[in-house]
């Protein structure tokens, strides 16, 4: 009944690979311990909206009156397919936009990147009630357009192309969960606009050596038939980079750390199992050179019944 | 098991992906070739000095012949050092070698980059000034913004040419050839060069540079002696000068610096900040004219930025001159025409291409950036470099230039000031801008002013490549309008400036012995 339940956007892109300061990281099928069954087709829709005042310049909370709150929305449409019942994958795309309330920057808007999941779920082992699951993850995401990336923190992103490799348990006893994965996030380099620029020293090239990052989400609560209700408490390290200096612009190889608590929850209808609306929200507790965010979003998703055959709970 | 075979293939590709995608960044100026000059300028000492009165206004004194026991002990210092160069020696080798001018004009660059941020405000939303007396507090000493940077970029160019006009009459008046000449054991890890040796042209530059930034990075101290110390290695271990020639040079060179420090205490620029008083009647001269005022658009607002640089002393033109290089008033802020020009910007704004933000981006050179000058110094030097100019000339172009820059910046600073009209962003709030917005009057672009005095000179330096400074000055001059920073006006009347400024240049240049 509750297979189409599956969809679960992937704010992490527009998160934290577009954001200077906004990271918010999100209930994803990339990230959570749900499976679709073979030959399930699900599509959503996700508006997500971020905001924050204040940000860390390098390890030094500060606001910015010529910024004000910087805001950064998105809409992102996705698929997510079961090849089979231990093996999905799943692609989506945003479009962003965002904005100052003080200042004269002028705001962005466009497509950001592409990303594609693959998802394996090799081995369960189910003892009494419980239940435990690996997951192996593997990600693709790319720039859809070639969006100016040095223009932080109204960028649309960061414009780095990565490979997402993740390994994630699941433990299930009943209705209660816990999951954790530990995530490498190898970035590519990316090309700025300028033919200079200075780091922590000058460099002669536009070419920017972006530092890989690591991501842990810890997450846990209900997982049942038809209402799904977790906390979340992730963190995003990036693994090398340097400080904003004393009142400077951002830049896309800062060391952006953030660590985010939040709360998701998914709801099927039981009169009409292909929909489901999605809703969550996340404040960011700790950072470096990024914003203190709190950040919501809001969806709906449809499923379609390809094999019928296959139509049972796999929310498991 | 067909799925674990794609999983496992798919896990492949990713790896391949990884292996081919090093991150290694080769930058533009890394791995250039040795400096080997098609023309060693052998007369660059009668060529016309800017401050020195003459090329021998300091001594200096006659090296040991090279057949005495002095100069063969210097010789058996470079065998020695020579037996064991180590991989370390060999990179300051390959980075000096490429050129002295260029790679302190480099290292200059990158101290204009780091020192190119505006001060934090108080709690008061006052805001500090750096202060030279004090430069280790915060906030640092200097806010390297594009007039400082101008004229920091043209003090060490000018101080740098001076130098070796010097150290090029010396070199002829002595002829002390290199030591790879005189002892065929010493192997010469540089080009060979027919240059007389004494003194050095390397420790002349490194001398008079490091002597200069204790005037415009005096925080960097440490940092540009360790250069020099550098730099003077690599001349002795590569067989290209013995230590007498070295510590000669850098002597002279310091010497030389002395000169353009005691000007640059002199001409002005220590005022430029000017004080409130100054701030609030450039106000309110300007509304007593009946004309809207400038108005900082930062948050707290910020002093005007340098408002008195206009009355510093320029190198290529007397005071009297910069008055009657500035324009003619822009439209009243209460007219048509006025209100036409800032909803002209406006509209440039609305839906910007991502061609129109690469060319805002690559021309922006704002905070924490080599500035504009700066980045006609890149231009300049990237090009000079397929030139294979000796020393000499490299620092008479290199000074050429940022002497037109700072003249530029005192012109542009004058007008700026003189007028005290208001950016569109002031008159129409809605022109958002596609970067950061200067904290000083609109009329008349500095980036136009700078670009255009630039291309004209470099224009003349390397006439093939005219046409493209041209175009490369236009596109910097319409990046300030298509990024609602600046009317056209503001715009064209910048190159118009900029121009008459370059003009200057070219005419020293016709008339200073090295054409």
Redesign the interface.
Known sequence: MNQNIIFRTKHFLITVFSCFIFCQLQAQTDLDAIMMNKKQLCTGLMYNHSAWDYYWEGTLKRNN??LGTVSTQSTMGGVNYG??N??NVMISAPYVWTKSS??????SRGLQDVSFF?K?K?VTLSFKQNKISLY?I?G?STPL????V??LPLTLGIGSTN?I?RGMIDFKHQRFTVTASATYI?R??VE???????DT?????N?V??PDASQYQLRTGYRGRYLIAEALLTNWTTLGGFDI?????PFPSNRMNITTVGGNFKYTLKSYTHLSFLAGANYTVAGRNVGKATAYNAGAFYAFYVNKSTRKNINN | MK??K??FS??IC?AA??IS?S?E??????NIAALNPTNIDLNAGTWKTILLKRPDTFLVNAPALTNSPAYIAELNEIKGLQQNISSAQKEIIKYWSAGSVLRWN?IL??LV??YN????QNADDTYPAPSSANPFS?PQFPFSNPPYAARAYAYISAAQYDALVAAWHYKTLYNRVAPYTVDSTVRALVPKSALPAFPSEDAVIGGVTAEMMKLLFPTEIAFIQQKLAEEEEYRIVSGANVRSDVVAGEALGRQVAAVFVARAKADHAGAALGTPQVWINLASSTSALGQVPWIS????KRPPMLPLFGKVTPFLFDTSTVKMLRPGPPPSTSSDSFNIENQEAYAQ?KN?T?EQ??IV??W???????TPPG?WN?IAAEDFIKQNYSEVRWARNMALLNMTLMDAGIVCWDTKYYYFNPRP?QMIPE???????PNFPSYISGHSTFSESAATILGHILPANSSKYEAMSHEAAMSRFIS?IHTRLDCDKGLEVGRSVGNYAVRRAMTDGAE
Not at chain 2, 297 to 300: A, D, Q, R, V
Request: charged residues 20%; contains cysteine.
């Open positions: 009156l010529n090849i089979t231990k093996l003080a200042g004269t920057l002028h705001g693959v394996w090799p192996l593997g693709f357009t070639n969006y100016q040095d223009y490979i490799s190898w590519s380099n700025i606009d300028r033919t200079s620029y200075y020293r000058p460099h002669l090239t070419q050596k972006m200096t004393r009142n400077n612009m | 799925k674990i794609w999983v798919l896990s990713a992906f990884l995608c991150k960044i080769i930058e533009r100026t890394e480099e660059r990158g980059a780091k941020l505006p001060p934090y915060y658009l930062e948050l707290p704004i910007p991502r933000n690469r981006q690559y922006a050179d704002g905070i924490g950036t080599y980045h890149a962003t022109v958002k801008t596609l970067t950061g917005i609602g």
